[in-house]
């Protein structure tokens, strides 16, 4: 099971993005009426239809976080202090995203955690953290596991080690040590401003039976970089950890396979990570 609707479970959150995904789920009345709606609907999913009901919830509220924190850039690019900021993004807010009948928790703390968010789109990794993420981060890309390479002068390679920000910036991930992990530029650059793996394009990733394991081998890296970070939120939760320490536990990604070999292979039956080695299971209601 993958607890990321409903409220927060074991997860150890270290950046601003990351808080306000929480205070939306835990307060945010629509999400609430999401999951009871979904829950009676009867979709006929099977085993999978939690992973499904997940998949819907995560994927509006974070539409919701993209266009919260897009609405604030604008609000701090117009208003120079603080107090102002405050007062004009939470009018606009009001207007268009949100209104304290639909939010049951604290406004005042609510705003403040969405221009958080939105200014750690502008901060620049501090000196030298680049460097402390490089020595004290895993010697390989934590995403594909694949070495990284020496980069001549003057050249792009596609293996340069880069510094990637676990949850992005573009949605409250702040620039710090807790938040970043050394990635190839191949996997910082697909990656993009992907948080979760609710925002991954899953519709691609229904494979027929005729494909076989083989076909397996065709899935998109983005689809694979997605199993992944499911893999490292579910273990998150479950462990009570930070998303870089999830993904540190979990380890790069390795080939896709079935969870379960009698079913098919949709994206929530596929797996990027060593379940015995990880202690993340799916199981089939
Ligand atoms: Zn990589």
């Given at each position: 099971?993958?607890?990321?609707?409903?409220?927060?479970?074991?997860?150890?959150?270290?950046?601003?993005?990351?808080?306000?995904?929480?205070?939306?789920?835990?307060?945010?009345?629509?999400?609430?009426?999401?999951?009871?709606?979904?829950?009676?609907?009867?979709?006929?999913?099977?085993?999978r239809?939690?992973d499904?009901?997940?998949f819907?919830?995560?994927?509006?509220?974070?539409?919701?976080?993209?266009?919260?924190?897009?609405?604030?850039?604008?609000?701090?690019?117009?208003?120079?202090?603080?107090?102002?900021?405050?007062?004009?993004?939470?009018?606009?807010?009001?207007?268009?995203?949100?209104?304290?009948?639909?939010?049951?928790?604290?406004?005042?703390?609510?705003?403040?955690?969405?221009?958080?968010?939105?200014?750690?789109?502008?901060?620049?990794?501090?000196?030298?953290?680049?460097?402390?993420?490089?020595?004290?981060?895993?010697?390989?890309?934590?995403s594909c596991g694949r070495?990284?390479?020496?980069?001549?002068?003057?050249?792009?390679?596609?293996?340069?080690?880069?510094?990637?920000?676990?949850?992005?910036?573009?949605?409250?991930?702040?620039?710090?040590?807790?938040?970043?992990?050394?990635?190839?530029?191949d996997c910082?650059?697909a990656k993009?401003?992907i948080?979760?793996w609710q925002m991954a394009w899953l519709q691609p990733a229904v494979f027929t039976e005729s494909h076989g394991n083989g076909g397996l081998k065709g899935l998109r890296r983005e689809n694979r970089m997605a199993l992944h970070m499911r893999a490292a939120?579910?273990?998150?939760?479950?462990?009570?950890?930070?998303?870089?320490?999830?993904?540190?536990?979990i380890?790069p990604r390795i080939d896709p396979a079935r969870l379960d070999d009698?079913q098919g292979y949709d994206f929530f039956n596929l797996r990027v990570h060593d379940e015995?080695?990880?202690?993340?299971?799916w199981?089939?209601?």
């Amino acid at each position: 099971m993958i607890e990321f609707i409903g409220p927060k479970d074991a997860w150890v959150e270290s950046t601003s993005g990351e808080r306000l995904l929480f205070m939306l789920l835990r307060h945010h009345r629509e999400y609430a009426f999401l999951v009871k709606t979904l829950s009676g609907s009867g979709l006929r999913l099977g085993g999978r239809f939690s992973d499904m009901s997940n998949f819907f919830v995560g994927a509006s509220v974070l539409h919701l976080m993209q266009r919260m924190v897009k609405l604030a850039k604008d609000v701090i690019a117009e208003q120079d202090g603080r107090l102002d900021q405050v007062r004009v993004l939470r009018a606009r807010m009001f207007d268009v995203l949100i209104t304290p009948l639909e939010y049951g928790g604290d406004m005042g703390a609510l705003v403040q955690e969405v221009l958080a968010s939105a200014e750690q789109s502008t901060k620049e990794l501090k000196p030298g953290l680049r460097d402390r993420v490089a020595k004290h981060g895993p010697p390989d890309c934590y995403s594909c596991g694949r070495t990284f390479g020496v980069t001549p002068p003057g050249e792009t390679d596609p293996l340069a080690r880069t510094a990637d920000h676990v949850w992005p910036r573009a949605l409250g991930g702040d620039s710090r040590f807790d938040n970043l992990l050394p990635a190839c530029k191949d996997c910082n650059n697909a990656k993009e401003h992907i948080a979760a793996w609710q925002m991954a394009w899953l519709q691609p990733a229904v494979f027929t039976e005729s494909h076989g394991n083989g076909g397996l081998k065709g899935l998109r890296r983005e689809n694979r970089m997605a199993l992944h970070m499911r893999a490292a939120m579910a273990y998150a939760n479950q462990n009570g950890s930070t998303l870089r320490d999830a993904y540190l536990a979990i380890g790069p990604r390795i080939d896709p396979a079935r969870l379960d070999d009698d079913q098919g292979y949709d994206f929530f039956n596929l797996r990027v990570h060593d379940e015995a080695r990880t202690n993340v299971f799916w199981t089939p209601a």
